[in-house]
């Protein structure tokens, strides 16, 4: 379950954009460091999240669905040093190891944070 519960403690939580490595789907041994909106905790060591993106699929949004893609503007926040705008990928649960995340980026705000789970439920039923 997806509760909001930021904490600027040093640890990952529910609403926090954190920076982990997400490896690529085509090629799961490269990947890329990117944000990672923390959607909850699995209680194994693990968080489920979302990637952040800073590229506008809102211009080939057709095209990302038909490759099974689909995006959600959430706009700005400090875990982009260069202020760009971010969109969330909502297919695409990821399961990270907690103790493999390197930072605290900001949090989403609780309004966007509740959208993104709603959203995300669409394609994610037991979030």
């Given at each position: 379950m997806s509760t909001y519960s930021p904490e600027a403690d040093g640890l990952p939580d529910p609403g926090e954009v954190v920076w982990t490595w997400v490896p690529y789907e085509d090629d799961p041994a490269q990947g890329k460091d990117r944000p990672v909106v923390v959607l909850s905790r699995t209680g194994d060591g693990h968080l489920l999240g979302?990637?952040?993106s800073s590229q506008d699929h809102d211009?080939?949004?057709?095209?990302?669905a038909s490759w099974?893609?689909?995006w959600m503007d959430v706009g700005?926040?400090?875990?982009?040093?260069?202020?760009?705008?971010s969109e969330v990928r909502l297919d695409r649960l990821l399961r990270l190891p907690e103790a493999e995340v390197r930072?605290?980026?900001a949090a989403l705000d609780r309004s966007t944070?509740?959208?993104?789970?709603?959203?995300?439920r669409e394609f994610h039923p037991d979030l």
């Amino acid at each position: 379950m997806s509760t909001y519960s930021p904490e600027a403690d040093g640890l990952p939580d529910p609403g926090e954009v954190v920076w982990t490595w997400v490896p690529y789907e085509d090629d799961p041994a490269q990947g890329k460091d990117r944000p990672v909106v923390v959607l909850s905790r699995t209680g194994d060591g693990h968080l489920l999240g979302l990637q952040l993106s800073s590229q506008d699929h809102d211009l080939d949004a057709e095209q990302e669905a038909s490759w099974g893609r689909h995006w959600m503007d959430v706009g700005t926040g400090a875990w982009d040093p260069e202020g760009r705008p971010s969109e969330v990928r909502l297919d695409r649960l990821l399961r990270l190891p907690e103790a493999e995340v390197r930072r605290e980026g900001a949090a989403l705000d609780r309004s966007t944070f509740d959208a993104v789970v709603v959203a995300a439920r669409e394609f994610h039923p037991d979030l």
